[in-house]
Every structure is written in structure tokens, then in C-alpha cells.
């Protein structure tokens, strides 16, 4: 009785679903492109490397500092003059005539020192790292394009469940009225002593399981939607209905989709881009060879002290450099000479990989294609027998043990139709994500 309860009870659900929005497969992508919380974190990821490169452009202007001191003194501020430090003249004689102390009171007063520095030859160095911000920029972006890759095929093989599983319900769903139907004219029979009892109650036993996968199914497509719910960023609870799958489409040539490949997928670019950044810090190390330079402006004021100039201006060039490292710089190019040996051999390591993902994807598909054919024929095999068989048994002409044997021969039948329909098309989803496509 209760699973009689719960099997009407889905049946309600699903006749309510009818009128469920129906979502598409392209659907479904643009909702997860644009509502999939774990892709929204890895695209501010890019916007954060944006923000490096504004940050590493702003290097390139003046340097500007400003220092500033207020207060009172707690001890006298006193400059101590020799005698004769201005100098002797005879007419005069020393200037001053004795050791002299200039006291400064002890009352407020304050400092200030403002510069702006220019870089001249630390532009170099400024413009590697802004190639260098701009690499992890590009990184980040291939980060993004492959996280939209994954996604794309998480939310198709996702889709494909779904549609696997709404199959195997109308297939149950068909099997269980066919059952009902066959229920009803076993009892006629019985009454009619034309087969036992137990013949009987195997169709009940039938008919009950078939219920009871109909309650196993329900669960299933429930949590496989609460799933993609999660995939496309949408309320759990959200019900909807997909499309068919569609008929096995013409695959791509394998050598169109390796040439995708190399040029598209994040390894092959992103290896690519891990020497391009070797190569960068090669041209910074070479950098530090010269001295630093820079056109530098100072400004500095000494506020109600006694003595000393109230205000000092500087032009000039400063410079800042160490010419003896002790092979510290030589060494350290010697180590990125190596390093971009490693990148370029995994640039061609990554690309390799690359195509024997392909490779392998591509025989998984024609493997899943030549079963899902296999399968289609299997299929409207085992439902011509039955058809033949239940003409047979309204005859009288076979048994009731023969035609439960076909019944089951074609529920199974369908089961394998449907998840080789769904393996192929998730094997396609997979190699249109090892040849770099969405």
C-alpha cells in the first residue's frame, strides 16, 4: 500500500512537471556561465590581476615623499661655534674672536622634508614587471576560460543524467501499465482456469517492483536536478523538464580537433606562458646589472629654529647601485638560463599530453557510438518479440512465464539503450572540452 501511495504521489509530480519549465542544454550553460558561484570567484581572480598591472604601471612615475615633524624641544638646541669658523681678516682678525654657542629657545617648532624622485634607468626593471603583471593577468584569464571549460562539461553530463533518468521513467512507466494491462487479463485467465495462480501472483510481484523502481527513479531525478539547480546557481527546489537527447551527431576530424586543442587548452597556453615569464625575470636579473638613476627634487624646512636655513631646495641626480655581489647576479641568471630550459620542454611536454587526451577521448566516442547502435538494434528487437509474444499469449498460444521473461528482456533493453545514449553524448561533452571547445 505505500508504495502504491508514493507511486501515485510521483505520478501527480510528474504530471505536474508537464507544465515545468522546460530547460535547454543551452539554457542551462548561460545559467551557469553567468549564476555558477565557484566561476564567479575565479573571474574576480582576474579582475584582482587587473588591478596588479594598474598597480605595477603606477611605478613609472615620480616617487613622491613627504616627512614633517611638530613639537616642542625638551633641551636646548645648541650649535657650537669654533672660533674663527667664518673665517680670519686683518682688519678684524678671527670670525668669531672665540669659541661662540648659538642656543635655540625651547619653544615649538617643527621640520619638514618633501622629495620627488623620477626613475630613469629603474624604467627597465618598471616595464619587466609590468610584462610580468600582464602574464599573470593572461594566466589568470586561461584559469577562467578552463573553469568555464569544466563547468560546461559538468553541467552537460549533468543534463544527460537527467535525460537518462527521465527516460528509464516513461520506460517504467510504460512497463508498469503494460503490467496492469497484463494483470488484468491474467485474472480473466484465472478465472477462466486457463493459468494458475502462482502465474498470478508473479504479475503482482511484477507489477510491484515496477512501482518500486518508479519510487528509486523519482529519488533519482530529484537529487540530479537539485544538482544542476546547484550548477546554474538556482534555488535547489526549482523544478523543471529537459529535452530529448538528440541523435548521435558527426563527429569533428581528429586532426581539426588537435589543432583546436593545441591552440585552446589552458596546459598548452599556460606553459606557454610560464617561459614567456622565465624569459622576463632573465631580462630582470639583467637589469640589475645597472645602477639605478634618478632625477630627484628635495625640499627642506626647519620651522622657528635659530641658525640653521629656513628653507633648502635640491636638484639633482641620485643614484643607488651595488657593484660587488660576489656572483650572486651570475649565479642567479645561470638559474633562470636553466628554468627556461625546463619551461620550453614542458611547452612540448604539455602539448603531447594534450594530444593524447584527445586521442583517447576521441576512441572513447566511437567506442560509446558503435554500442549506442548496438544497442538501438538490441532495443527494437526485444520490443518487436514482445509485441509478438503478447499477440501469442491473448491466443493463448505461449505461456505467461515466456512473456514476463520478454517483458524483462525489454525493460533491460531499454535501460542499456538509455545510459548508451547518455555515454555518448557525455562522450562527446568530453572531447569537445579535450579539443578546448564549451
Do not use: C
Amino acid at each position: 500500500m505505500r508504495l502504491q501511495l508514493r507511486g501515485f504521489a510521483f505520478l501527480l509530480i510528474l504530471a505536474a512537471s508537464v507544465n515545468a519549465q522546460v530547460l535547454t542544454l543551452d539554457d542551462a550553460l548561460a545559467l551557469a556561465l553567468n549564476g555558477n558561484r565557484s566561476l564567479q570567484i575565479t573571474s574576480l581572480d582576474v579582475l584582482k590581476a587587473g588591478e596588479q598591472v594598474a598597480q605595477a604601471k603606477s611605478h613609472r612615475w615620480p616617487l613622491l615623499s613627504t616627512y614633517a615633524q611638530a613639537g616642542r624641544a625638551l633641551t636646548p638646541i645648541d650649535f657650537w661655534i669654533p672660533k674663527g669658523a667664518l673665517g680670519s681678516y686683518p682688519a678684524t682678525g678671527p670670525i668669531p674672536g672665540q669659541a661662540s654657542v648659538i642656543r635655540s629657545p625651547e619653544s615649538f617648532g617643527g621640520v619638514i622634508y618633501a622629495s620627488a624622485a623620477q626613475p630613469l634607468t629603474p624604467l627597465w626593471k618598471v616595464s619587466v614587471g609590468i610584462s610580468e603583471a600582464g602574464v599573470a593577468k593572461e594566466l589568470a584569464e586561461d584559469n577562467l576560460k578552463e573553469k568555464r571549460r569544466d563547468l560546461a562539461y559538468q553541467v552537460k553530463e549533468s543534463y544527460y543524467q537527467i535525460v537518462e533518468t527521465q527516460s528509464r521513467i516513461r520506460s517504467a512507466r510504460e512497463a508498469l501499465t503494460y503490467l496492469s494491462e497484463l494483470e488484468g487479463l491474467a485474472v480473466r485467465n484465472l478465472e477462466k482456469e486457463v493459468v494458475l495462480r502462482s502465474d498470478v501472483l508473479t504479475v503482482k510481484a511484477r507489477l510491484s517492483q515496477a512501482r518500486y523502481q518508479l519510487v528509486v527513479l523519482e529519488d533519482a531525478v530529484t537529487s540530479q536536478m537539485e544538482a544542476m539547480n546547484r550548477l546554474i546557481g538556482r534555488d535547489l527546489e526549482m523544478r523543471f523538464s529537459v529535452e530529448e537527447l538528440p541523435p548521435p551527431a558527426e563527429e569533428i576530424d581528429l586532426e581539426t580537433a588537435r589543432r583546436s586543442a593545441a591552440a585552446q587548452r589552458a596546459e598548452v597556453r599556460r606553459a606557454a606562458l610560464q617561459a614567456k615569464k622565465v624569459n622576463l625575470d632573465i631580462q630582470r636579473q639583467r637589469a640589475e646589472y645597472v645602477p639605478d638613476i634618478s632625477l630627484s627634487v628635495s625640499y627642506l624646512s626647519f620651522g622657528n629654529i635659530s641658525f640653521v636655513p629656513r628653507n633648502v631646495f635640491s636638484v639633482g641626480l641620485s643614484l643607488q647601485w651595488q657593484p660587488f655581489d660576489w656572483g650572486l647576479r651570475k649565479h642567479r641568471m645561470a638559474e633562470l638560463e636553466i628554468a627556461s630550459r625546463q619551461a620550453a620542454l614542458s611547452s612540448q611536454e604539455a602539448t603531447q599530453i594534450v594530444w593524447l587526451d584527445v586521442n583517447m577521448k576521441y576512441r572513447k566516442l566511437m567506442e560509446t557510438r558503435a554500442l549506442l547502435d548496438s544497442q538501438a538494434a538490441a532495443q527494437e528487437t526485444a520490443r518487436e518479440k514482445l509485441r509478438v509474444l503478447t499477440h501469442q499469449y491473448a491466443q493463448e498460444a505461449v505461456l505467461l512465464a515466456d512473456l514476463l521473461q520478454q517483458q524483462a528482456a525489454l525493460a533491460e533493453a531499454d535501460s542499456a539503450y538509455h545510459q548508451a545514449l547518455s555515454a555518448y553524448w557525455t562522450a562527446r561533452a568530453g572531447f569537445d572540452r579535450a579539443a578546448g571547445r564549451n
